[in-house]
């Protein structure tokens, strides 16, 4: 809505175009996410040990698959942009570099919907939803007019970390040190 007003409909129609591509890598999370649920909420019942050494490996293995996706998409953004939607979008490329970025949050994010299920701490959802809408606001009214629609991937980017990571680093230290990828044993909930 505001790429459209701000800057037009060619501007809403290139960001539209890079919004799939990048968000096609999603699936991923989300298919491991669901597959592991038991065994997260089984090692929960084990003890908090391996409920987090668990969770832990889950998070490193993210961070891995995003820099292999981020890599993949740096690399190969031009040829796919111009293959589906050819050359008329080429100043798509840029902005699938960047918004291709938002998949380290996303991934994260839904790693630690285990951990706020498991933990009862669901309360944070609702914290990380509006602190991810008021930061993009505020973000793309500042950047809009600055980068256009290569603002508009930052503020995408900002967005999601806000929520995902500022959020759980004040009110889930713990969460925000596994996501990390780190051993949270000796930081208090």
């Not at 960001?15 to 089984?42: D, E, G, H, K, Q």
Request: hydrophobic share 55%.
């Amino acid at each position: 809505l505001m790429i459209k007003n701000m800057l037009g409909d060619h501007e809403l129609g290139i960001f539209a175009a890079v919004i799939p591509i990048s968000s096609l890598w999603n699936m991923i999370p989300m298919a491991i996410c669901t597959s592991i649920a038991p065994l997260i909420a089984r090692k929960r019942k084990d003890g908090i040990k391996a409920f987090e050494k668990t969770l832990v490996l889950m998070f490193r293995f993210f961070w891995v698959l995003c820099f292999f996706i981020v890599t993949l998409t740096l690399l190969f953004s031009g040829l796919v942009i111009r293959l589906m939607y050819g050359q008329a979008y080429e100043e798509a490329i840029p902005v699938l570099n960047i918004y291709v970025l938002t998949c380290i949050p996303i991934f994260m994010g839904l790693g630690q919907g285990l951990w706020l299920l498991n933990e009862r701490k669901s309360y944070l959802s609702p914290l990380q939803t509006i602190t991810g809408a008021i930061v993009s606001i505020i973000t793309n009214l500042i950047f809009l007019p600055l980068w256009g629609i290569k603002g508009a991937a930052i503020a995408a980017v900002l967005s999601q970390i806000s929520s995902c990571f500022v959020i759980n680093s004040i009110f889930a230290r713990k969460l925000f040190v596994m996501q990390m990828g780190f051993n949270s044993s000796k930081i208090e909930k």
